[in-house]
């Protein structure tokens, strides 16, 4: 069977002690059944100061599964000052659990081959992604076609990865055509080919041209998305240093106090809403600086987690919710990087800001398949949005 992964998979290495946002802290680390009767016959290291029986005594259940209990600076037990790991110095890495063994890798095997990436809830992984567009294999030809939404995935990553679109525009575009396969079942290979046909893209890029979304709806629905997502993790007191500042900006602008929506008007900088006007026209100049990195991330993202196994039966749909969960996860980060940048204007939005809320926001986002579709379905009352709502938070 055929194993494939982009072309950055195998440059990873972990940087442990040097990491700024250690995986090993402010995270549920999940131990699984194999592990944790090993465990429970594997005494503490000696260099732990707080003893237990065994290895299980570190562990309790959350949301119904085992994990580290993390200490009450929300850091894993088994984590050295020096940020080492002390189960690691003292038995070796056999010892982890399967998630501490693989992560930050994501690996699914399918009937025809098996995929590799890696998560962006890593550092090190982000930083694997600055300089170039990763290439990725070509799944459509591997499978021969004997699923054509690996050719949907295929295309929708190479519409990301065309430079002459911004972020935006390909993220909705994308979303428009895979609502339209969506709706008009079973995805055919002819269907496909039409509608990432140049002509058909270029009627839709104009079409779609013409759509004009308030700027401060866009601004107020994204606040609210961001402190949707962050309310249990701030009520928990995790990630406090990355989302408190934020959240206080967010809270003080409430809707209506954004950008003017005629052009002309945001060259005033007089008053608050026009101020933040200001400060997003100067925000918008300095994302393009890292156009790259979102790329990258977000085609990362659409090969892990559009197609997974086991969900043949209702693939499209499940392709549009995780899409959907794609976008809501990159509005969100860019939101909190405006909102980084209007705390104080004048600091320069620098490559390491970026990668820590690509990082925290992946972790908060990280969500299983169930619980994505019962966010959205909480959310927004159905589980498919209307290409409307994806136009609204991205900002068309
Ligand atoms: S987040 Fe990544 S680089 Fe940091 S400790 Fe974990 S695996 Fe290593």
């Known amino acids: 069977m055929k194993h494939i992964f982009p072309d950055y998979y195998n440059e990873f290495h972990c940087i442990a002690d040097r990491c700024t946002i250690t995986c090993c802290q402010e995270w549920k680390i999940t131990v699984d059944d194999d592990t944790n009767r090993k465990w429970k016959k594997i005494l503490p290291p000696d260099t732990i100061s707080d003893k237990r029986k065994n290895l299980t005594a570190y562990t309790c259940k959350k949301d119904g599964a085992r994990v580290i209990g993390l200490d009450q600076n929300h850091r894993c037990p088994f984590l050295s000052q020096d940020k080492l790991c ?22 699914h095997e399918f009937s025809t081959h098996t ?18 567009n990763i290439e990725f294999p070509t799944v459509s030809s591997i499978v021969d076609h004997s699923s054509p939404m690996f050719l949907v995935r295929d295309n929708l990553i190479k519409l990301l990865q065309n430079s002459d679109l911004s972020i935006e525009e390909a993220l909705f575009e994308g979303f428009y055509i895979l609502l339209e396969l969506y709706k008009n079942q079973p995805v055919t ?8 046909s140049k002509q058909t893209l270029f009627e839709l890029h104009s079409a779609l041209a013409d759509i004009n979304v308030p700027a401060d709806d866009t601004f107020t629905e994204c606040n ?16 406090t240093g990355f989302l408190q500042p934020i959240l206080t900006e967010a809270e003080k602008y409430p809707k209506g106090t954004f950008l003017p929506d005629k052009p ?7 008053g608050t809403g026009s101020e933040l006007s200001g400060i997003w026209n100067l925000f918008c100049d300095m994302i393009t600086d890292h156009d790259i990195v979102f790329r990258n991330f977000l085609s990362n993202e659409l090969f892990s987690d559009l ?35 209007s705390i104080d204007p004048k600091n320069p ?24 579709r019962t966010y959205l379905e909480n959310s927004f009352a159905k589980l498919i949005w209307d290409w409307g709502y994806a136009a609204l938070i991205i900002g068309a």
């Open 224 to 239: 609210e998305l961001l402190q949707d997502l962050a309310v249990n993790y701030s009520k928990e007191g995790l990630y």
């Open 86 to 107: 002390h189960l690691v110095t003292s038995y070796g890495d056999s010892v982890l659990s399967e998630t501490c063994t693989l992560f930050p890798r994501e690996i």
């Open 307 to 341: 197609i997974i196994p086991g969900s043949s039966s209702k693939i499209i749909e499940h392709m549009v919710m995780q899409y959907q969960w794609i976008i809501m996860e990159y509005t969100t980060i860019r939101q909190s990087l405006f909102l980084w940048c």
């Open 349 to 372: 939005l620098t490559y390491e800001t970026v990668r820590n809320y690509i990082v925290i926001i992946s972790r908060m986002t990280g969500y299983d398949d169930d619980d994505i």
């Open 264 to 270: 002309d008007d945001r060259l005033t900088d007089s």
């Open 189 to 196: 290979i002819s269907q496909i080919n039409e509608y990432f």
């Open 115 to 132: 995929e590799a990436s890696l998560m962006p809830c890593c550092p090190a992984v982000i930083d694997l992604w600055c300089e170039k």
